[in-house]
């Protein structure tokens, strides 16, 4: 019985260890709400092999917790850290570590490193932080993002210069027909995409991809006309190619190249309303089901890749 008590205390006095711990490393690792940070480039955006310099700027607030940590923690001073990801093509020319013995309430100060990039990838970390010297949490930290923007010349820029240069089908979301202003992986399927350009020029060859994605985003502004789409019970699909050829075919392109597409829309939202006798007006929106629609008379849905219409 005694062995069993001592076991017992020893294991309580272990668990408040533990939870102390953990509150110490909470306490001495924040710096996060305590400091203002920024990161920059000094000079030109890089190339790959080039040396460059990365700035990063730190300012204690004036108004800070540091009274709430030990004395002896804030005397000790701090570390400016920089590093990159893990798989990063980057290496460091200078010391990545720099010891900071004191910060001032108000005052930014400014530490560098300078690095290279070994090879082309599409995307890079550069991250910085300050953390204090005695703590082995990373503290306040950063990061700034560099994208690849010339594959030929292996030249690096911000992500809005990476987004510019990115061909519409990184913009598109095949799921709701938006053309979204930056490129979402969550939202873009570009397997998906290149297929619908790939079909869409195969029935017009004179489409652009802009185009081609444009024709198939009509389905969720006009409507999928009656009887254009097919199900595929082999593959468990709808084959919608009659839709696009339906637009085609009833002068969609030629109120592009004339600027009338909103007119276009417009009328032929209210044919294919029309054409679907016995609906419940015109709000088609997605759905999960596995079952094939009932395509006859009544509330119609209408599949394509992953959901269902409803009119």
């Not at 199900?231 to 392109?253: A, F, M, T």
């Not at 939202?269 to 088609?284: A, L, R, S, T, Y």
């Not at 089901?289 to 008379?297: A, F, K, Q, V």
Request: with cysteine; hydrophobic share 35%; net charge positive.
């Amino acid at each position: 019985m005694r062995g069993i008590k001592v076991n017992k205390i020893a294991a309580v006095w272990l668990m408040m260890v533990v939870i102390g711990l953990g509150y110490a490393q909470d306490f001495v690792s924040p710096l996060e709400h305590d400091v203002e940070q920024m990161m920059y480039i000094r000079g030109a955006y890089p190339r790959v092999g080039e040396t460059f310099e990365v700035v990063y700027r730190i300012k204690l607030k004036e108004e800070n917790r540091l009274n709430m940590y030990p004395q002896r923690m804030v005397a000790l001073g701090y570390t400016v850290h920089f590093w990159a990801g893990s798989t990063d093509p980057i290496i460091f020319l200078s010391e990545k570590e720099i010891f900071v013995p004191i910060l001032k309430p108000g005052e930014w100060r400014e530490f560098s490193v300078k690095l290279k990039i070994t090879k082309k990838a599409v995307s890079i970390r550069i991250m910085g932080g300050i953390r204090f010297k005695v703590s082995k949490g990373c503290g306040a930290t950063i990061n700034m993002p560099l994208y690849l923007i010339d594959p030929e010349t292996g030249q690096y820029g911000t992500r809005e210069e990476y987004e510019r240069g990115l061909s519409v089908e990184y913009r598109y979301d095949f799921v709701d027909g938006s053309f979204i202003g930056r490129y979402d992986q969550s939202r873009v399927s570009l397997e998906e995409n290149r297929r619908i350009i790939k079909m869409m020029k195969e029935l017009e060859p004179s489409l652009t991809d802009s185009l081609a994605l444009l024709l198939h985003s009509e389905q969720y502004k006009v409507g999928v006309p009656k009887g254009t789409a097919k199900w595929d019970s082999l593959n468990q699909r709808w084959i919608d190619k009659g839709v696009y050829e339906y637009y085609l075919k009833d002068g969609w392109l030629k109120a592009v190249q004339d600027g009338r597409l909103m007119e276009w829309e417009e009328n032929e939202k209210v044919k294919i309303q029309k054409e679907w006798k016995g609906g419940k007006g015109f709000n088609f929106f997605r759905i999960d089901n596995n079952t094939p629609p009932d395509l006859h008379g009544g509330d119609c849905l209408t599949k394509t890749f992953d959901g269902y219409w409803k009119f």
